[in-house]
């Protein structure tokens, strides 16, 4: 059995379609202020992320400097060699250490103020002197002293400074020498210009390779007057490369040469003496 529903009139037809419209009115309202809403704030977010973005692709000068500082540190490779000298230990960084085949030798704190790198090795605890090469460092200590403590200081003092862009050693610095001690000059004889040329090419090489240097204070009744620096200063085998080494190649190839002698500075030479008193009183002991 059906039950017939009662016919609507075309007031209730009207008021029902009427509501059935504001309903969804409202809804594509609602829907349409929640889409805004949201597209706002997507637009939000993808402004402040960019912008984000594009600060940080925007370093200022200060921030672009130091990190490239802190990438050069972090790429910089430091390799040591020993030397014959064992309170002397080369230190090789991977760059230029002195331009134009210089080289330089401080001996204390006082004579290092010229040099940024040199004063800053010497404020580590056991640096007893600071020898500059073309390409390497050479830093001798105390007998005392360990390596091992010292390294780690060593090493951040050296990547710090060529991180930092600073010169090395100013212009009017007493430790610099260039190597103008072997210049040929106009007015030196054929002998010393052999022996000049010998130091300069073959001798210097080996030298430096130990982590020293030589330089050349004069030529005088066969004797060639050689100043030792670096490592071979204080090692204990420099008579051992002065006799065996330097004064046979020099004898070999110019027979002039009779001899070879080590000289010294004032401060070095007072220094020598007293180092030979208190071994004799050692010895004596």
């Known amino acids: 059995m059906f039950r017939l529903l009662p016919a609507r009139t075309s007031n209730t037809i009207a008021t029902a379609v009427s509501f059935s419209t504001k309903r969804t009115l409202l809804t594509s309202t609602a829907a349409a202020t929640t889409k805004r809403t949201l597209l706002n704030n997507t637009i939000d977010t993808r402004s402040a992320a960019a912008w984000s973005l594009f600060s940080r692709q925007i370093p200022t000068r200060a921030m672009k400097i130091n990190l490239a500082a802190t990438q050069q540190v972090r790429t910089m490779f430091i390799q040591t060699d020993t030397t014959p000298n064992q309170d002397s230990l080369k230190f090789i960084p991977g760059v230029a250490v002195m331009s134009d085949g210089s080289t330089a030798e401080f001996l204390d ?10 004063k800053k090795l010497f404020q580590i605890d056991g640096v007893r002197g600071v020898f500059f090469g073309p390409d390497f460092l050479t830093i001798t200590k105390d007998q005392d002293a360990v390596w091992q403590l010292m390294k780690p200081d060593i090493y951040s003092a050296i990547m710090d400074f060529f991180a930092s862009g600073q010169p090395i050693i100013s212009e009017s610095a007493e430790g610099a020498e260039t190597h103008s001690d072997t210049m040929i000059l106009e007015d030196d004889s054929e002998t010393v ?48 490369t002065l006799k065996n080494g330097i004064e046979n190649m020099l004898m070999h190839y110019v027979p002039e040469v009779t001899s070879v002698e080590q000289v010294f500075d004032a401060d070095e030479e007072m220094g020598q003496l007293e180092f030979e008193k208190l071994e004799r009183r050692l010895m004596n002991q």
């Open 193 to 240: 210009q052999m022996i000049k040329e010998l130091l300069d090419t073959r001798i210097r090489p080996s030298i430096q390779d130990d982590g020293g240097d030589i330089e050349y204070r004069g030529f005088e009744d066969g004797i060639v007057k050689l100043k030792l620096k670096g490592a071979c200063r204080t090692c204990d085998s420099s008579t051992v």
């Open 109 to 118: 704190a006082r004579n290092a103020m010229n040099s940024p790198l040199a």
